[in-house]
């Protein structure tokens, strides 16, 4: 999603790049080819919006993505919407077959609320939309690959938004109302349940929300609410359908790496990781809940100097702390990018205040060097290796769910090969903390295909397969990268030097 990064990058950058390149390469004592763990299940993420299409076909109702795209026509620059995103309402069965052509064991996707429950609540099953689910999980499970689903991925019917949407306290009761209706429709075969794809960014980041008006209230009152909400869900499973699914359920949180720009900066670079992405791990990771300790004294502290009656960040109850505190059977991980991270006197002013960032007190920023014109992905491989090592120390080893990761390119065709060099750099990096001990069970690639991309609309590409847009019938073609995710599923073997032989249709390799 959207990066809030400052620009101003110092004269002596290049000395740090220098020492991180160092660093980098003592980190990765590569082979050419690494084993993956036995019993490791690869796979790749879609959501609802991003694919589906079909926006207002078959009794679905409108989500915020759907009235704001239509309500301001051009509200991405390219005025793209989701109203057809890739088809896949229509093409499911293909997506299954591109599943099988590259031997995912699981396909992680999610469901439009607005498409099951079109008043918002359990009053009224859509059965069409039910029936799209179910085809789909079924298609999938007659070849064996495994259904994996969210519950939430940025599509909050609007009828919510108009009462205020995650900043509303009843909405942890009406997404919970929504998990159970999941739960019991589609959880005799669905395992795996990620409540809410990155609360942050539900928060503080997503256009459609609009919470960036009001920051430094509206998105610590959806930062309280989204973990009540996902609280709340993990509890009707609990004490509802543990016992008779016998699944498990976990959060899906978003966890870039902040380097520091000096040794100086250290305590910078944690502040943005506390706030990021602390402020959702601690109250469902940590021993003690609740939000962390420096983020609640902070916030505390500029609230009084602010004139404000009590902290802007709103409190947990005793039982909402326990309710939260450990509600996840796994962490799910969505890692794209690292960033440097750095607080000086120039900071002064720069934020608008009352604000989150002005809390965060903290300014990021991608060094030059990293960027290329082909795309927002930097490959920044250790930065992954180090977040999934500060998870392993600060959260007690959790098991943790690649649930993304991925390579956005703005230029697009199937010679991917940058893609490939980045999955390469990743995995290798993932599988480096993973011979450390970090307890990671699964990886999960963004995307299957092209789709819609929130800030770029359709610029952005991050499938394995390309999808064709402009003739009418949204063909899917492998890329590059297809070939190679294929290889390493079918090896169970990292391979850095592997090249694709594209000469080879990748249905006719099966
Ligand atoms: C989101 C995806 C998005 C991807 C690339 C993740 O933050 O979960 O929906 O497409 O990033 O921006």
């Known amino acids: 999603m959207l990066q809030i990064n ?53 009794g679905k109702s409108e989500n ?9 026509p051009c509200f991405l620059s390219n005025c793209d919407t989701g109203d057809v995103a890739a088809n896949s309402y229509y093409l499911y069965k293909r997506d299954v077959e591109m599943m099988r052509e590259l031997g995912l064991d ?28 179910n085809n789909l999980i079924n298609e999938m499970l007659k070849y064996n690959i495994t259904p994996m689903v969210t519950l939430y991925h940025g599509d909050l019917p609007q009828k919510l938004q108009q009462i205020g949407g995650w900043t509303n306290p009843e909405v942890s009761k009406w997404f919970s109302d929504y998990a159970r209706v999941a739960f019991e429709l589609f959880g005799d075969r669905v395992k795996h349940w990620f409540t809410l794809n990155e609360p942050k960014e539900t928060c503080n980041q997503d256009y459609a929300t609009g919470f960036r008006d009001l920051s430094g209230i509206a998105d610590y009152l959806c930062a309280k609410n989204v973990l009540l909400a996902h609280g709340k869900a ?68 500029k609230s009084a100097e602010q004139g404000f009656p009590s902290s802007r960040l709103p ?57 290329s014109t082909e795309s927002a992905s930097t490959n920044v491989s250790w930065g992954f290796y180090k977040v999934l090592t500060k998870i392993r120390n600060d959260y007690g080893n959790p098991p943790i769910y690649i649930t993304e990761n991925g390579f956005n390119s703005e ?13 390469k750099s990743y995995l290798n990096a993932m599988l480096d903390a993973i011979s450390e001990g970090s307890d990671i069970r699964l990886y999960s690639i963004w995307s299957l295909m092209d789709n819609f991309e929130w800030g770029t609309g359709y610029k952005s590409k991050y499938g394995l397969y390309e999808v064709n847009y402009t003739s009418g019938k949204f063909e899917r073609v492998p890329r590059k990268s297809a070939y190679f995710y294929r290889n390493v599923l079918k090896t169970r073997v990292l391979d850095i030097n592997f090249e694709p032989d594209m000469s080879v249709p990748i249905c006719e390799e099966n």
């Open 234 to 301: 993990y509890e009707v499973y609990n004490n509802e359908f543990r016992a008779s699914q016998n699944g498990n359920v976990g959060i899906v949180v978003s966890v870039k790496w902040y380097e520091p720009e000096t040794e100086k900066e250290i305590d910078a670079a944690e502040d943005v990781a506390i706030f990021e992405w602390g402020q959702f791990i601690h109250p469902i990771f940590s021993e003690t809940g609740d939000f962390p300790k420096k983020m609640k004294e902070r916030i505390a502290k």
């Open 106 to 133: 699981f396909y992680r996707f999610s469901i439009s609320w607005t498409r099951i429950l079109p008043t918002s609540f359990p009053d009224k099953i859509n059965e069409a939309g039910k029936n799209y689910y």
């Open 6 to 58: 400052g620009d101003n990058v110092k004269s002596h950058l290049l000395l740090i790049l220098c020492a991180i390149t160092l660093s980098t390469a003592e980190l990765h004592k590569d082979t050419q080819t690494k084993k993956f763990p036995d019993g490791f299940l690869f796979g790749a993420s879609t959501s609802a919006y991003q694919i589906e299409g079909a926006w207002n076909v078959d």
């Open 64 to 72: 915020i993505w759907d009235h704001i795209t239509h309500k301001i």
């Open 411 to 423: 230029i697009g065709g199937i010679l991917d090969d940058n893609r490939m060099s980045y999955l």
């Open 315 to 371: 409190n947990f109850s005793p039982e909402e702390v326990e309710l939260v505190r450990g509600s996840a059977d796994f962490f799910g991980l969505n890692h794209y990018s690292t960033c440097i991270a750095y607080r000086n006197e120039s900071i002064n002013g720069l934020y608008e205040s009352p604000s989150y960032h002005d809390d965060m007190n903290v300014i990021t920023y991608t060094p030059n060097d990293w960027k």
